[in-house]
């Protein structure tokens, strides 16, 4: 945690505009933190032939609705984080107040919801038979239940070798990356998952998005005094990825360092290509 604070101390002071939003996000970052030691995973029973479809057919371990939660710690965790979006802007205040209202009149349920699993077309479907926000509700169900899907990655990780799966999904949950980082003094690309934060090897030409290898319809944009990051982007699904280059910056939260680099999405959408992981943190 005290890294993390240096850091955005650090990206503060060189880009004051993304002030805000940063103290929001050390705020939710140390709220996680701290249930992390108290919590109550179940263990997560592989079955061998899901084994076997992994390595035959390229099927991920289990499913996004598969990893076990602690419910009691994720509605803790949800209720802490209405109260740090209550404190951060209007906008996320006037949110917060219309869920914990919607919890308090509607009697929703956040255990039941959490019960049934987490896909994101339901939470979706959940908030906007609510009439809560589309963007917001999900990214509270989400960041509540992160410290329980990341406990059950690292309990799926040993099943797993991140460097010969090469493929554009996660290998433990299916999900698509959101970022790609290039690491050691040759520059091995990994993506890491959206969903789970599993992290694994790619090829260095690879759009993950639609598989394309081709050299000449891969292409990247950086920006001057940015050498850590850049966008690569694929020609032929018109996609793009962006790509945090650790021989060039100190280790540091990759989160952290895709939401501190907003101005180079707005560069890549401004240029025609889409993020198929849109940014959870611009609600
Ligand atoms: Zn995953
Ligand atoms: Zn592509």
């Known amino acids: 945690m005290e890294k993390l604070k240096e850091r955005i101390q650090q990206i503060k002071k060189k880009r004051p505009g993304y002030g805000e939003i940063l103290d929001f996000y050390q705020k939710v970052k140390e709220a996680q933190a701290n249930v992390k030691a108290s919590l109550k995973i179940d263990p997560i029973h592989l079955k061998k032939e899901w084994k076997e479809l992994l390595s035959k057919e390229g099927f991920s371990l289990i499913q996004k609705e598969d990893f076990p939660l602690d419910i009691e710690s994720s509605v803790k965790l949800f209720q802490t984080l209405c109260q740090i979006g209550r404190e951060a802007n209007p906008h996320m205040a006037e949110q917060a107040r219309k869920i914990e209202e919607a919890i308090d009149k509607k009697g929703i349920d956040l255990k039941k919801i959490l019960k049934k699993g987490l896909k994101e077309e339901r939470i979706e479907q959940d908030a906007d038979e609510l ?25 799926l990780r040993r099943e797993l070798d991140p460097e010969t799966w090469l493929k554009g999904y996660c290998p433990v949950c299916g999900s698509l990356p959101f970022l790609s980082l290039l690491k050691e003094e040759v520059g091995k690309r990994y993506l890491i ?37 850049r966008i690569d982007l694929c020609e032929k699904c018109h996609q793009y990825i962006k790509t945090i ?8 939260d ?15 959408s401004q240029k025609g290509y889409k993020r198929p992981v849109p940014n959870p943190w611009i609600t």
């Open 245 to 252: 280059d650790y021989r060039k910056l100190e280790k540091s």
């Open 254 to 268: 990759p989160v952290l360092e895709d939401l501190a680099t907003l101005h180079f999405d707005i560069l890549a």
């Open 193 to 229: 998952c959206s969903y789970c934060g599993y992290e694994w090897r790619i090829d260095r030409m690879f759009c993950p998005f639609c598989s394309n290898k081709e050299q000449g319809s891969l292409h990247y944009l950086f920006a001057e005094r940015e050498e850590a990051y």
């Open 131 to 155: 009439g809560l926000d589309k963007k917001f509700f999900p990214f509270l169900i989400q960041s509540s239940t992160k410290p329980s899907i990341e406990a059950g990655m690292e309990k």
